[in-house]
T-cell receptor, first 114, second 112 residues
Framework: DAGVIQSPRHEVTEMGQEVTLRCKPI?????LFWYRQTMMRGLELLIY????????DSGMPEDRFSAKMPNASFSTLKIQPSEPRDSAVYFC????????????FGQGTRLTVV | QQQVKQSPQSLIVQKGGISIINCAYE??????FPWYQQFPGKGPALLIA?????SEKKEGRFTISFNKSAKQFSLHIMDSQPGDSATYFC???????????FGKGTKLTVNP
């Protein structure tokens, strides 16, 4: 398996624009997590899904952020409108029910909002 | 509120030395404590993990020490190598929960 695949790897956008980050989890994994990493706040869990259903979105910073998982092999994190303070590295991770001792992370998307 | 406090923020060690990173937590319901290793441009990857029924776990040069009464745990890297240079994150989760709470990370540099 190629692991968790995220796209794009880098995104530069202007303030106010819509940004969509994409994630393909490892096949067979039934949990999917979205994290945000910044120097100031470290790794923060934004939202996670189980069997494509959002379980906990308490980490989503505000209504400008939304996440979907239309099927077991694809998820998106959308920011609309984007702001400079959204600049961060966004990670997607996946895991297996009953073996959540390990979360497998993608390589991340570095988002810069100018 | 930071649930897992990690120190130091950065650490420089000579090749062959011992690297020690410390974490402390408040939530006594936490029962799983992993350490993740992250190289530049990569996502974090599980390095080693411990549950509170043991006080120490060793895997190769990496050892976790766990002190339940003090609510602290630490990562020791013996015979540190330049290839160990990375950012290390401690984390914790609560039984029955899939949520990992991460520390803010320690950037380790091992000089040759």
């Amino acid at each position: 398996d190629a692991g968790v695949i995220q796209s794009p790897r880098h995104e530069v956008t202007e303030m106010g624009q819509e940004v969509t980050l994409r994630c393909k989890p490892i096949s067979g994994h039934d949990y999917l997590f979205w994290y945000r990493q910044t120097m100031m706040r470290g790794l923060e869990l934004l939202i996670y899904f189980n069997n494509n259903v959002p379980i906990d979105d308490s980490g989503m910073p505000e209504d400008r952020f939304s996440a979907k998982m239309p099927n077991a092999s694809f998820s998106t994190l959308k920011i609309q409108p984007s702001e400079p303070r959204d600049s961060a590295v966004y990670f997607c991770a996946s895991g297996i029910q009953g073996a959540l001792t390990e979360a497998f992370f993608g390589q991340g998307t570095r988002l810069t909002v100018v | 509120q930071q649930q897992v406090k990690q120190s130091p923020q950065s650490l420089i060690v000579q090749k062959g030395g011992i690297s020690i990173i410390n974490c402390a937590y408040e939530n006594t319901a936490f029962d799983y404590f992993p350490w993740y290793q992250q190289f530049p441009g990569k996502g974090p990857a599980l390095l080693i993990a411990i549950r509170p029924d043991v006080s120490e776990k060793k895997e190769g040069r990496f050892t976790i020490s766990f002190n339940k009464s003090a609510k602290q745990f630490s990562l020791h890297i013996m015979d540190s190598q330049p290839g160990d240079s990375a950012t290390y994150f401690c984390a914790a989760s609560q039984g029955g929960s899939e949520k990992l709470v991460f520390g803010k990370g320690t950037k380790l540099t091992v000089n040759p």
